[in-house]
Each structure stands twice: as C-alpha cells, then as structure tokens.
C-alpha cells in the first residue's frame, strides 16, 4: 500500500455577493429554472482584497423540494486590477420547509441549510495562475439580498 497524503483545508477567502430578485423562468424538462443576477460584492483573503463585479448570475435549478443545484459564473478584480472568472457550482439541501422559505426570499438560519460549493477560478495574472491548477470548496449562506461564502484551497 502507498502511503496517500491526508487532504487539509487552508483557508482561501470570504465573499459577500450581492443578488438581485430571481428571474424565475419557470418548470423546465429537468425542474424548476431560476436566475439571480449578481450585482457585486467584496472578498477578503488573506492579505488580499477584490470585488465581486457586476453582471454574473447564478444559474440555480430546483430539482425538488428539498435540493437546488447551482451554478454561479462571475467575475473578481483584485486589489491589484487581476481580473478572475469564477465558476462556482454548489448544492443547497434543507427540509421542504426551509426551502420553501429560501425560495420565497425569506431569512433562514444558515444552521439548518446544507449548503457547500466547489469554485473553479481562471486567470491571466501570470502571478495568480496558480489558483487555477488548485482545487477549492467552500460552504455557504443565502440571506435576502446577498450570499456570503467562505472558500478553501484543498492542501
């Protein structure tokens, strides 16, 4: 047998995304299709800060009551003008109830949602190319007006 090292977590950044109203397009052939334009926010890493900017969204599909799959494409400019695309696919799980209320737009204790992500990044900073040969996960909370979510590079 090999000796496989153990995966650890090291934390990567916090994101605080501002969303605007759900585009509701309605039940489809592969469930219920929703888009939540993504209106900006802020990310704060480790001696490193960016902005979430305008003009992503998130593609999320409610697959039934209790699990939506999401899939969030936008783009970050750092403090030092690198731009990122960020792809972001995610699951969101929780009792009927509580997506039901989530859905709605309602306030939820991010206790009671299953919510955790793997980001995918792209650049064409020669000095962050490095975050594209990593793998990230992250956990997550949707609150009325924004999403907040915490990513971790995969050691």
């Known amino acids: 047998m090999f000796d496989l090292p153990t995966p650890e977590l090291k934390f990567f950044a916090d ?3 501002q969303v605007d109203k759900p585009q509701e397009v309605g039940a489809t052939v592969h469930g219920q299709r929703r888009v939540i334009p993504i ?12 902005r979430v900017l305008r003009g992503g969204a998130d593609f999320q599909m409610i697959v039934n009551q209790s699990l939506a799959e999401l899939d969030a494409r936008y ?3 750092t403090d030092a003008g690198d731009l990122i695309f960020v792809q972001n696919r995610a699951l969101r799980t929780a009792s009927p109830e ?3 209320r989530l859905i709605r737009g309602e306030k939820v204790d991010p206790q009671l949602v299953y919510f955790r992500c793997t980001p995918q990044f792209e650049t064409a900073s020669k000095s962050l190319s490095w975050i594209s ?5 992250g956990t997550g909370a ?3 007006d924004k999403v907040v979510m ?6």
Not at 150 to 155: A, G, I, L, S, T
């Open 15 to 17: 994101l605080s995304v």
């Open 150 to 155: 915490r990513f971790f590079e995969v050691m």
């Open 142 to 144: 949707r609150h009325p």
């Open 133 to 137: 040969e990593k793998l990230f996960i």
């Open 39 to 50: 209106l900006g926010g802020e990310v704060h890493g480790n001696g490193w800060t960016a």
């Open 75 to 77: 783009v970050l400019e």
């Open 98 to 100: 509580v997506m039901a």
